[in-house]
């Protein structure tokens, strides 16, 4: 069994809706010192999002926060999840991804995965319908920028020239990908270093995809972002911050990431979205049992992160969680696998 350590992360959208309002510059500042502080707590990993032209600033800009991050924190682990690869000129992704990796002394990983909302393909000239391909190519091509290959890449959606791409990353990031969809997941099994899954859903599919491309289930490498409340009272919490989770999710069904967005039903309640799964309450006990055995039964999972806080709520709001986390679960977590690892013939 892979004996490797598991990262406990945070997840940062920096959505800041007009409905809770406050200034970007402060939201910026406070998240940055937050991040800090949680690396002083334990803290592994932090995670950033991307999406464009939404009214609450879900942030376009997600390799300028790595740089920002990079320079607040010394040792945990900055990447995205995700990108939405298919927007972006795959040499532009190889050199900011390149760039940041240098800053952080390669501490980071790029995540990509194929978008959903169609708006941002729109404005940005591509078809939805060419997501795959330009997902696949493009991650191609960074590799080939990454490498140092000074050679033509002639493709069917990219080519580029033999011309130098410069700096090399010291460390070379992880190319993980992110998917939903069956299809998409099998491609992520096929090109990826690793695999961003959403809400522990998909990570057997992911599993099994990876014996039908010849490759071990035990080479698997899963980071699980998880949409769970952890609180000493997580009914209390819930009826404080369910609101914000409401917007949360009724804006990505909006934009189609479940499915088309004129036939996928809006939640009408915070008590709807706990009920359908979509997030999980889970006091400290409750949380130590559902990770433990998340990790005793998945090893490939390498890191679960979860939202430092949703969409409007303050970040003094999200710490107290985070506290909760580093104080109470990690630990608890940690020596319940390790204890159960050491039960199991290697």
Not at 280 to 305: C, F, G, M, N, Y
């Amino acid at each position: 069994m892979n004996d490797e350590h598991c990262t406990f992360g945070l997840w940062y959208d920096f959505r800041n809706p007009t409905r809770w309002p406050r200034s970007f510059t402060d939201f910026y500042r406070q998240s940055l010192e937050q991040i800090a502080w949680a690396e002083r707590c334990g803290i592994g990993s932090v995670w950033l999002t991307e999406h464009h032209f939404m009214e609450d600033g879900y942030t376009p800009s997600p390799f300028v926060l790595a740089a920002a991050i990079g320079s607040h924190t010394e040792h945990l682990r900055i990447g995205t999840n995700l990108i939405v690869a298919p927007l972006h000129n795959p040499i532009r992704l190889a050199e900011d991804a390149a760039t940041v990796s240098l800053l952080t002394a390669g501490r980071f990983d790029l995540g990509v995965g194929q978008g959903y909302w169609q708006p941002e393909f729109e404005a940005f000239g591509r078809s939805l319908r060419h997501r795959p391909s330009l997902l696949e190519e493009g991650i191609a091509l960074i590799r080939q920028a990454w490498d140092g290959d000074c050679v033509e890449f002639r493709g069917s959606r990219f080519d580029f020239p033999a011309l130098p791409v410069t700096p090399q990353p010291e460390r070379t990031p992880q190319v993980l990908v992110g998917a939903m969809a069956d299809p998409a997941i099998d491609r992520a099994a096929r090109i990826a270093d690793g695999f961003l899954s959403t809400q522990n859903a998909h990570h057997e599919t992911y599993l099994d995809a990876l014996e039908r491309h010849g490759r071990p289930r035990d080479a698997g490498r899963i980071y699980a972002g998880q949409w769970s409340v952890i609180a000493d009272d997580p009914e209390r919490e819930w009826a404080r911050i369910g609101e914000h989770a409401l917007y949360q999710i009724n804006g990505y069904i909006r934009m189609g990431a479940f499915g088309p967005p004129e036939s996928t039903p809006l939640f009408d309640s915070p008590q709807a979205l706990v009920d359908a799964g979509a997030f999980q309450l889970w006091d400290a006990a409750t949380a130590v049992r559902e990770l433990t055995a998340l990790l005793v039964a998945r090893p490939q999972v390498k890191d679960v992160h979860f939202w430092a806080q949703l969409p409007g709520e303050s970040v003094d709001s999200g710490s107290a969680r985070i506290e909760l986390l580093t104080s109470k679960v990690m630990p608890e977590v940690r020596s319940a696998v390790a204890a159960a690892r050491q039960e199991v013939p290697a």
